[in-house]
């Protein structure tokens, strides 16, 4: 899986400055890969440490990003196994996402 961080400026600002441009752009890269079928349900997901070393980003920057995946059930955590494409994810990348914020669909 292929992630390049490029600040995407049409993401609004309030989204921008609440969870950070890298997270933003991240939780972005990850959902496109969902969109265009490059990551598709239960394909592991690399570890928080992988990732952040790979895109040369502090660790605690993809880990925000997967909870954001994970509440927008994008993403599925199993614990010490990893984080895997959530089985219903193609479906919850499609949806715009709930107004209270809450993930629920």
């Known amino acids: 899986m292929e992630i390049v961080i490029d600040i995407d400026e049409s993401v609004p600002a309030f989204a921008r400055a609440w969870i950070g441009n890298e997270v933003t ?3 972005e890269q990850i959902k496109n890969a969902v969109r265009r079928g490059k990551l598709c349900a239960g ?3 690399p570890s928080i440490r992988q990732l952040a070393n790979d895109l040369d980003l502090d660790c605690r920057t993809v880990a925000k990003a997967y909870r954001v995946l994970e ?3 994008v993403v599925q955590t199993r614990g010490y196994r990893g984080a895997f494409v959530h089985s219903h994810a193609r479906a919850n ?3 715009p996402p709930s107004p209270d914020g809450s993930g629920a669909r």
């Open 71 to 73: 509440r927008d059930s």
């Open 25 to 27: 752009e991240l939780v």
């Open 93 to 95: 990348v499609s949806k």
């Open 43 to 45: 394909d592991a997901l």
